[in-house]
């Protein structure tokens, strides 16, 4: 079965910075690209990030460019997403999925709340 | 950027009905790279179609899609209970990689 597990999410003030991690089993992670998206507190579905399945290839939305870095350790099974110089518009849960443009696996998300 | 815009914004149907939903693209969507996603509160979404009619695995037959260039209807020929929830289409075929904002599809 394939499962994916995010976690790191928490409070942070604005400027600040948070890791999360998303572990992944059930499948063959080194055969996938993955992805990040986010969701606003009742928005939609925001794409963030994704990463080729060796790390060589990675691509962000315009509003996080320059502030988070998606990466991936394969010998973990893991992806990660580093984020700095948090604003309070990046409040929302965040999505790890299976797949560089087609979502086939979601994980439950983890909920950042950037706030003072 | 592609802008996708989804309507109704809500549907409001009883079970047994036919439901329809429109996702209408700013732009020609490449080689029809539209996917529907299912998101029931407080879950992931989940993947219904991809490549704008192709049913992921596991999906019922009751959920089709269609369209091709910038019009794409997502059709549930007879709504079941566990069928109301948000649904959200998303274009692939050019980056970034843009959803629309929703059809709330409740029971009447």
């Known amino acids: 079965e394939v499962q994916l597990v995010e976690s790191g999410g928490g409070l942070v003030q604005p400027g600040g910075s948070l890791r999360l991690s998303c572990a992944a089993s059930?499948?063959?992670?080194?055969?996938?690209?993955m992805t990040w998206v986010r969701q606003a507190p009742g928005k939609g579905l925001e794409w963030v990030a994704n990463?080729?399945?060796?790390?060589?290839?990675?691509y962000y939305v315009d509003s996080v460019k320059g502030r988070f870095t998606i990466s991936r350790d394969n010998a973990k099974n893991s992806l990660y997403l580093q984020m700095s110089s948090l604003r309070p518009e990046d409040t929302a849960v965040y999505f790890c999925?299976?797949?560089?443009?087609?979502?086939?696996?979601w994980g439950q998300g983890t909920l950042v709340t950037v706030s003072s | 950027e592609i802008v996708l815009t989804q309507s109704p914004g809500t549907l409001s149907l009883s079970p047994g009905e036919r439901a329809t939903l429109s996702c209408r693209a700013s732009?020609?969507?490449?080689?029809?790279?539209l996917a529907w996603y299912q998101q029931k509160p407080g879950q992931a979404p989940r993947l219904l179609i991809s490549?704008?009619?192709s049913r992921a695995t596991g999906i019922p037959d009751r959920f089709s899609g269609s369209g091709s260039g910038t019009d794409f209807t997502l059709t549930i020929s007879t709504l079941e209970p566990e069928d109301f929830a948000v649904y959200y289409c998303?274009?692939?075929?050019?980056?970034?990689?843009?959803f629309g904002q929703g059809t709330k599809l409740e029971i009447k």
């Open positions: 732009q020609s969507v490449n080689n029809n790279c």
């Open positions: 998303q274009q692939y075929g050019s980056s970034p990689y843009t």
């Open positions: 490549g704008a009619f």
């Open positions: 059930g499948f063959t992670f080194t055969n996938y690209w």
């Open positions: 990463i080729k399945q060796d790390g060589s290839e990675k």
């Open positions: 999925a299976r797949g560089g443009y087609i979502y086939w696996a």
